[in-house]
């Protein structure tokens, strides 16, 4: 029976996410489970959407906040051109947030019960509603992160960890913010900020603790494949040095004094040039090269075949 019933949970989203155009699809597959919301006693009353929402209701300038991490400086100067929110524009943002919240946990609960076209378009739009009006309130409050990072030095941490840590601690504000208190939330939020950083500060701690040593990826190379290849090298070198003492390779008296005295094997000294070694054995350059490669063959076949 709960099987049957599943199979026909499923077939009615597909057939929703069908109805709905592409945008309308991707957007409703981002509106999350669940849904909370700061409750305020306003939401209950019918004219509270049209004074949140309706044509008439108040528009509020949301001041733009640029960081500049990487250039003080430059930070500094665009704080200086910023407004902030005054308390009636700060209320009016967070009651149109946790409202826009609560009229989509209502139709989460109601759409859980019965799919419905109406119903997923209009948690479409309300969802929407509390991505930009969050959006709102984190870019007008963004200026407490910066604010609040420069008054605190953590060991190991740079400024843009400390930076991103405000800044979930600010989204975390935003969502839990009971705006009918009557407190400002650059109060509240400062505060969480500060906690943000605390917990920081003691994450870093902990993790300094059990690795007390920077990572470096160069370190966690592994050298055996330059051990490996030096270790071939030198066995081929001493194998070259007896197959030349027993003339294994069987190389004539001046193959083998030219390959000894062009790489300097037990004669002691540097490596001769082929003009030295033609001058040594009385032969041209270029008789020398010719005797020095037919030498280097019957050489290398001589190791192959060891």
Request: hydrophobic content about 40%; overall charge positive.
């Amino acid at each position: 029976m709960i099987a049957l019933r599943e199979k026909e949970t499923e077939k009615r989203d597909r057939r929703l996410l069908t109805s709905l155009c592409e945008a309308e699809r991707r957007a409703y597959q981002e509106i999350p489970e669940s849904i909370d919301c700061v409750f305020h006693p306003s939401f209950e009353q019918d004219a509270t959407q049209a004074e949140l929402f309706g044509p008439d209701a108040r528009w509020v300038n949301v001041p733009q906040w640029v960081q500049f991490v990487e250039v003080p400086e430059d930070a500094h100067a665009a704080q200086k051109t910023q407004t902030s929110l005054n308390q009636e524009e700060e209320q009016l943002l967070f009651l149109r947030y946790n409202y826009a919240r609560y009229r989509l946990g209502q139709l989460l609960q109601a759409q859980r019960r019965r799919k419905s076209l109406t119903r997923a378009r209009a948690m479409i739009r309300w969802h929407a509603c509390v991505k930009t009006t969050r959006s709102d309130l984190v870019t007008a409050n963004m200026g407490l992160v910066l604010a609040m990072a420069k008054r605190t030095r953590i060991p190991n941490v740079d400024l843009p960890e400390l930076i991103s840590e405000g800044n979930m601690a600010l989204l975390r504000s935003v969502e839990k913010f009971d705006v009918s208190r009557g407190f400002k939330f650059s109060t509240y939020a400062c505060r969480a900020i500060l906690k943000g950083f605390n917990r920081l500060a003691s994450k870093t701690i902990r993790y300094r603790a059990c690795f007390p040593v920077e990572y470096d990826p160069d370190m966690e190379k592994s050298d055996y494949d330059v051990m490996r290849h030096e270790m071939a090298h030198a066995e081929s070198v001493e194998d070259l040095h007896v197959i030349l003492k027993e003339n294994r390779a069987e190389l004539s008296d001046l193959e083998n004094t030219i390959v000894r005295e062009r790489f300097a094997i037990d004669v002691g000294g540097k490596k001769r040039t082929l003009a030295e070694v033609g001058r040594k054995v009385g032969l041209t350059n270029e008789r020398v090269r010719q005797v020095q490669n037919v030498a280097l063959e019957k050489l290398r076949s001589a190791l192959m075949s060891e």
